[in-house]
């Protein structure tokens, strides 16, 4: 019986595609014969056929058929399994958003809505459509990954508070104030969230662009993080997105472009010169409110002064960073302005010298910064121009005297004194630069003093050296009978011969050959030199 019994299970498990238990189950069966598997390899009739034997099992199985029809039959079994499966998820959460919804149950259907679901969206569209139930459904479009629906709907609800779940308050008298005021700004700023966080991560340019508008108006924050989003695969063309953005709306524009700058790496001189002009009006709008605050308090105006810092900063970084925009295109913007360092960056990358150091020294009365751009020019006669303007500013203003007498301190020993005397006037008081130019003549001495030295001893030490190689060249050398040729070991006898540094010596012949920078002894003079303790300098 045990053994009707491992058979039975075979063709069970065979028909279920399970076919290494089947045959193991076979190999346990006494009465199980291989010609039963016949009917499963090779279709009736055929010339085996009466080889198989009939025997009698249960009914569990159906009869012996073909292998691919037992496959194929197992695989249509599985895909309607699996979608049994689905359908009963289907329809358990479809059942379940049924409930919630004649429950009113508003927070369990969002969070099933937004939750990974197998809600049929077209038995519930309608359902919660007309139920007034939109944020659910914009929830249930998101989670299909159906973002043009889910965000048109954020976009109704943004416009219209009164639609969906977010009821109006009834107006009470008195009380259309400030508190219902805030609670629709609210439903508007959680509606564009929403409709950010699908929009973050679309690549759906067209939906991206359709629908940026409306976000922005709400929060500008949020429709630069739309913009600058890396969770998208694809990013949006940048072309299309400032074509796009509204004039209006330079917080946004200036702080994409900063993203395509910064972050992207964008090295496009159209966007580089955009970003420029950007931060300069900026900048001279906020210096111009700043300028005309005369109602604000002490905070209120240590806020904007911290905010015209940091935003004048963050100019000057890029002007002074970026080769790539138009310093001309940018200077016509700010030329009427009081943004004189801006200027100065811009001029630099101009190369108006004389105009940044005017800049520098007159406009903003920075020593410093003048002098070390003059140190950066690296000519002395920049530090003479910087001169003539510390003591002739022109336009009516009085000499400087103090920054002239920092500038010959701090620099005066690089420079020629007659030059320096000659524009020195004769209104500067002499105490103010007698110490100073004291300084100066004696450096000046003293630095040609010290060139006479070191021009007399390194002549002293040429002449030692054209001495001592008159020595070597005129040495007397003995040789006996025994001597050779270090090259070619040949006997020298009467030869010619050549005496290296080293002391090594050669027949002429050989000298010729490998030349006088190496010796005899393979000793290559270029690279690796020779010295003699008597050829110091001892005189």
Not at 346 to 362: F, H, S, T
Not at 385 to 403: S, V
Not at 442 to 466: E, M
Request: hydrophobic share 40%; proline share 3%; aromatic share 8%.
């Amino acid at each position: 019986m045990i053994s009707f019994v491992h058979a039975q299970l075979g063709f069970l498990l065979f028909f279920d595609l399970r076919f290494e238990d089947a045959v193991n189950h076979f190999l346990l069966s006494e009465t199980m014969q291989p010609a039963e598997i016949f009917p499963f390899i090779m279709r009736d009739p055929n010339r085996w056929s009466d080889l198989v034997p009939r025997k009698r099992y249960w009914g569990l199985h159906p009869p012996p058929k073909p292998l691919e029809e037992v496959i194929d039959d197992g695989l249509v079994t599985l895909q309607r399994a699996l979608f049994l499966k689905k359908a009963e998820m289907e329809g358990v959460d479809t059942l379940l958003m049924y409930l919630y919804r004649a429950l009113d149950l508003v927070d369990d259907m969002e969070k099933l809505a937004s939750s990974q679901n197998s809600c049929v969206v077209d038995e519930l569209e309608s359902l919660l459509d007309n139920s007034g139930h939109l944020r659910t459904l914009a929830f249930l479009y998101g989670s299909k990954g159906m973002c043009s629906q889910a965000v048109a709907i954020w976009r109704i609800l943004a416009r219209n508070y009164s639609t969906g779940l977010w009821k109006d308050r009834p107006n009470l008298p008195g009380t259309d104030s400030q508190e219902a005021l805030a609670d629709k700004k609210s439903g508007e700023e959680i509606a564009a969230i929403e409709a950010s966080k699908i929009l973050q991560a679309t690549s759906d340019q067209d939906l991206v662009l359709e629908h940026l508008g409306w976000v922005a108006d709400i929060d500008q924050d949020l429709a630069t993080a739309i913009l600058t989003s890396e969770m998208r695969e694809k990013q949006l063309s940048s072309e299309k997105v400032i074509a796009a953005l509204d004039s209006e709306k330079v917080g946004i524009h200036q702080r994409y472009l900063q993203w395509l700058i910064e972050d992207q790496g964008c090295e496009d001189p159209h966007y580089h010169t955009s970003y420029a002009l950007l931060l300069s009006k900026s900048a001279m709008e906020a210096f111009h409110m700043e300028s005309n605050s005369g109602e604000k308090n002490d905070k209120e105006i240590d806020s904007d002064i911290q905010f015209i810092y940091s935003l004048r900063e963050r100019l000057q970084l890029f002007l002074q960073a970026s080769d790539l925009y138009d310093p001309e295109e940018v200077l016509d913007v700010i030329a009427e302005s009081e943004l004189w360092l801006e200027k100065a960056i811009l001029y630099r990358k101009m190369g108006q010298e004389n105009i940044v150091l005017q800049i520098l020294a007159l406009k903003l009365e920075d020593s410093e910064a003048a002098e070390q751009y003059c140190a950066e020019i690296g000519r002395d006669d920049a530090y003479i121009q910087l001169l003539d303007l510390y003591l002739d500013p022109k336009n009516g203003r009085e000499p400087m005297f103090t920054a002239a007498v920092r500038l010959l301190h701090n620099h005066g020993k690089s420079l020629d004194p007659i030059q320096v005397l000659e524009r020195l006037s004769s209104d500067m008081p002499l105490q103010l630069a007698s110490d100073t130019i004291l300084r100066m003549l004696r450096a000046r001495v003293h630095h040609h003093r010290q060139g006479q030295i070191v021009h007399n001893l390194s002549r002293a030490t040429n002449v030692d050296a054209r001495l001592t190689g008159l020595e070597e060249r005129s040495r007397h050398v003995q040789l006996t009978d025994e001597s050779i040729c270090d090259s070619c070991r040949a006997r020298l006898g009467t030869k010619l011969f050549v005496m290296y540094p080293d002391d090594s010596v050669v027949c002429y012949r050989c000298y010729r050959n490998q030349g006088d920078s190496v010796s005899g002894r393979g000793r290559n003079f270029r690279k690796d030199a020779i010295f003699k303790q008597s050829w110091l300098v001892s005189r």
